[in-house]
């Protein structure tokens, strides 16, 4: 039977997978054997003899199996399956995270990850009579982990997956609360789930307990003892199993004259000496007497986290304690004896890992297993005992322990973690996601705003590129609560969520990292598109707030980091986010003209070529077509793709400047210069597009976009539906799970069933999908948001002007009258929405590229609906 466990932590959920790399340490050194050499099921063994909080412990915190030896089992389980090329890669960097793999250059989208992650545990235990899955705290665990465990659930025969969580209505979890309702009424359904509330032990439970601790009968304990026993821990159950534990460690029970086990005759004396009002003082007292260095070794643990491994421990004792190299090896020693004293008292649990070698009684080969102290060897630090992993025993203990430090102690070795981390870094210049957590989160504890704001912008962008972009914001609030917490006077109103003392007090860097987290938090908000624009607005409206509040922001001379909040509201204004559609087109000339000039005056190419583009972008959505042609101009003799691309992406998460060749292209067609618009649709294929990040799914989208409807208007259909499938649709199937979204993603299937629909009339292809037409059909496949149509719009053609194309030539296509009629009915619906978004009526400038795309549609599904009526 394989046994495995993971504990979850707070930090996990801002980490891809971080539920399954223990698992899959575990279960990846599970090859499938022959008969003849599969070893036996240790499973009924496994927690034979133990005590009774070493069953609830008893497989420990994973992390036993060498991450080398993971990877060689992976190899071969990918060469078995036929793993497409790149999954070792992708897979052992996001499962093992300390892989060797320091770039990866195949990628695959995440749903095919998820799956292929599923088949590979389910091979890895394939030979298992079965599979014990023990999962702790899972209200922190990560939506992709989550995504994993699900497909496991419907592949996997023989499997108990017991998942432990505190009450959610009182913790935050990263699982969407409807679709886990959903999932959980499905297996309910298949009656393979239970769900147990633990509440408090009774008095009963507390006797059953210490018949375990005391390796007796129950009814052979004195009633008085378990009385005491209860009454003191409350039925609390770690609490009553510490109790009896040390009622045995100070000799303070004895077989008594009737043959039960009690208290001793002096303990009896002294009734009060066995009370503590709660767990936290009975730990004191312990902590108390242990001596100065196991003390001193806790003060790092508990900083670490609730599990580390002896490296991380020994990295940062030597940061600490400025340890020489002739020192080291004395360090080491001393460390490994405070180790086992706090395992001995039962502060810490040892796990050891396995390196693929027989059963020697220590590790089981199907379940990892906390060993004594006593079976670990002094001496030199071997790579087994660097990834020896300590994990509290309970978190009390922790809690306790941070409780008696003071904050500029506590700040100061979280410092020195996060410098022994970056050491570590440069050295390997691994990209792990759990390890930028931990380095955020030492330098958010250490005080160091700035260096923890970089560290979040970083780790945040990346997460975005996955289309994570929940993941992003998650880690944004996170370090921007760095200046959020702290609560104001009393009396005393906060400015946008801040105290006032915190915003005045703000130094040229803190302000500048503040602004940024700021503009990253709305820029990720805006992507979503289940998520309120205005919310998006209002952490760009937060960070200009601040700039203005903040004694130090006017004395900043580079002023370049602000420009990235133009951007975003640019952005936000084409969904009538920011303001009245009435005030909107005066609004948008004055902050793009503002900018403009704000960035000429400070000269970067980057953010002035940004600024023409916007401006460009602004003149073409009113109608002033050459003004937008000249601005594309001047953008032109100053952009440069291969200098200045990567640069724009950095600071406004796409290339803007590239974006607007697209616009120019328009701008051409409206004055009737089509081969000079035929011409930029050229440039942007074969000059911009190969230079693009396809990873960045809204760039490309947002680039190409234009052209695909300019060509399909000169009879191209086919140039257009093989750039859209080749640099967007495939794409984002690749990189972006099927929970993900991009702005661009509502018009992504009306185009291609557009494009495929009209290539089917003019012969080009042999068959057409029949789907199209139910899903057509039904009306809610087709509508869409009136601010996303609107924004999306802006660029060339709404998704309803699209959809509403779709509907007339479907219905040109089918001989079912009633069918006809819903296409027709559906069609009409659509084409009114769109032009309402566009022909100016709602007080917003009229949008002549999208109207004229729409107005024949229009015209033409209104002749044919009122012919079929």
């Keep these: 039977v394989v046994i495995t466990r993971n504990i979850s932590s707070e930090g996990d959920m801002l980490i891809p997978f971080s539920l399954l790399r223990s698992i899959f340490r575990d279960v990846l050194h599970h090859r499938p054997k022959s008969e003849h050499n599969?070893?036996?099921?240790?499973?009924?063994?496994?927690?034979?003899?133990?005590?009774?909080?070493?069953i609830s412990v008893e497989s420990g915190s994973s992390y036993r199996t060498d991450c080398s030896n993971a990877l060689v089992y992976l190899k071969e389980i990918c060469e078995e399956m036929n793993a497409p090329v790149g999954f070792l890669e992708i897979v052992g960097q996001h499962l093992l995270g300390e892989s060797d793999f320091k770039e990866l250059n195949v990628e695959h989208k995440l749903d095919e990850i998820v799956s292929f992650m599923a088949d590979v545990f389910i091979k890895s235990v394939s030979t298992a009579e079965g599979v014990i899955l023990a999962l702790d705290d899972v209200q922190w665990m990560d939506s992709f982990s989550w995504e994993v465990l699900k497909c496991i659930i419907k592949r996997k025969g023989n499997l108990v997956i017991i998942c432990a969580s505190r009450p959610v209505n009182h913790h935050s979890v990263t699982i969407d609360k409807e679709r886990w309702e959903v999932v959980i009424e499905e297996l309910k359904k298949l009656a393979i789930f239970s769900e147990i509330t633990i509440g408090r032990l009774d008095a009963r439970d507390v006797r059953e307990m210490a018949s375990v601790v005391l390796s007796c009968e129950a009814c052979n304990i004195d009633h008085n003892f378990c009385d005491d026993i209860f009454t003191h821990s409350g039925g609390m159950p770690y609490f009553a199993s510490e109790i009896l534990e040390n009622c045995i460690k100070n000799e303070q029970c004895q077989r008594l004259g009737d043959g039960k086990i009690g208290w001793k005759e002096e303990c009896l004396k002294n009734r009060?000496?066995?009370?503590?009002?709660?767990?936290?003082?009975?730990?004191?007292?312990?902590?108390?007497?242990?001596?100065?260095?196991?003390?001193?070794?806790?003060?790092?643990?508990?900083?670490?986290?609730?599990?580390?491994?002896?490296?991380?421990?020994?990295?940062?004792?030597?940061?600490?304690?400025?340890?020489?190299?002739?020192?080291?090896?004395?360090?080491?020693?001393?460390?490994?004896k405070a180790l086992k004293f706090a395992i001995s008292e039962r502060i810490l649990d040892e796990t050891v890992p396995d390196f693929g070698g027989p059963f020697d009684g220590h590790c089981s080969t199907f379940t990892n297993i906390v060993i004594d102290a006593s079976e670990t060897c002094d001496g030199e630090v071997t790579k087994s005992q660097r990834d020896f992993v300590y994990s509290f025993h309970h978190d009390t203990?922790?809690?306790?322990?941070?409780?008696?430090?003071?904050?500029?102690?506590?700040?100061?070795?979280?410092?020195?973690?996060?410098?022994?981390?970056?050491?570590?870094?440069?050295?390997?210049?691994?990209?792990?996601?759990?390890?930028?957590?931990?380095?955020?989160?030492?330098?958010?504890e250490s005080a160091n705003h700035v260096r923890a704001a970089e560290v979040a912008l970083d780790v945040g962008r990346n997460f975005k590129l996955l289309g994570m972009n929940l993941h992003s914001i998650q880690i944004y609030q996170d370090a921007i609560e760095m200046w959020k917490k702290h609560d104001p006077p009393i009396g005393v109103e906060r400015i946008v969520g801040f105290s006032p003392q915190v915003i005045e007090s703000l130094n040229e860097e803190n302000l500048i990292s503040l602004v940024k987290l700021q503009t990253a938090m709305g820029q990720a908000v805006g992507s979503i598109i289940s998520r309120s624009k205005a919310e998006s607005a209002q952490a760009f409206e937060t960070a200009l707030e601040i700039l203005r509040v903040a004694p130090v922001g006017t004395k900043i001379k580079d002023r370049a980091f602000i420009f990235p909040i133009y951007s975003g509201m640019f952005f936000l204004l084409k969904y009538g986010a920011l303001c009245h559609p009435s005030e909107q087109v005066q609004i948008e000339l004055d902050l793009v003209d503002k900018f403009v000039k704000e960035t000429e005056r400070h000269g970067d190419p980057v953010h002035y070529c940004r600024a023409l583009a916007m401006q460009s972008e602004t003149f073409h959505r009113v109608g002033r077509f050459h003004d937008a042609i000249e601005c594309h101009l001047k953008l032109r003799e100053v952009y440069d793709v291969d200098e200045h691309s990567a640069q724009v992406v950095a600071s406004y998460a796409s290339d803007r400047c590239a974006q607007n060749f697209g616009c120019a292209a328009n701008c051409f067609v409206r004055l009737g210069h089509i081969d000079k618009a035929l011409n930029i649709a050229d440039y942007i294929e074969h000059c911009l597009m190969p230079k693009m990040d396809l990873k960045n799914v809204h760039n490309s989208a947002v680039m190409v976009y234009p052209i695909l409807w300019i060509w399909k208007d000169q009879g191209m259909i086919e140039r257009s539906l093989r750039v859209l499938e080749k640099y967007v649709k495939e794409p984002f199937e690749k990189y972006f799970a099927k929970d993900c979204s991009t702005p661009f993603l509502p018009a992504f299937k009306p185009t291609q069933v557009l494009l495929n629909t009209i290539m089917y009339k003019k012969g080009k292809k042999t068959s057409l999908d029949e789907n199209y037409f139910d899903w057509a059909k039904d009306f809610s496949n087709l509508e869409c948001p009136m601010t996303i149509d609107i924004s999306i719009g802006n660029f060339s053609r709404s998704p309803m002007s699209i959809s509403a194309e779709i509907c007339l030539e479907l219905s040109r296509l089918t001989t079912d009258q009633e069918k006809r009629k819903i296409l027709l009915r559906n069609g009409a619906k659509l084409a009114d929405l769109a032009i309402a978004g566009c022909d100016g009526t709602d007080g917003n400038a009229k949008n002549i590229t999208a109207y004229v795309q729409i107005k024949p549609v229009q015209d033409a599904l209104q002749g044919l609906l009122h012919d079929v009526d």
């Design 397 to 444: 203990w922790r809690r306790v322990i941070l409780s008696l430090l003071l904050d500029s102690y506590l700040q100061d070795i979280h410092k020195h973690a996060a410098i022994a981390i970056e050491d570590r870094l440069s050295e390997d210049n691994t990209q792990d996601y759990g390890t930028q957590v931990k380095l955020f989160r030492h330098w958010k």
């Design 38 to 54: 599969a070893p036996e099921s240790k499973g009924d063994a496994s927690s034979r003899g133990r005590d009774w909080d070493g």
């Design 272 to 336: 009060d000496a066995l009370k503590f009002s709660n767990i936290e003082e009975m730990f004191l007292q312990r902590l108390d007497n242990l001596d100065d260095i196991t003390r001193k070794v806790l003060h790092f643990a508990v900083v670490l986290g609730m599990s580390f491994k002896f490296s991380e421990i020994l990295d940062l004792a030597l940061h600490v304690l400025s340890s020489n190299t002739e020192e080291n090896y004395i360090l080491a020693e001393t460390l490994q």
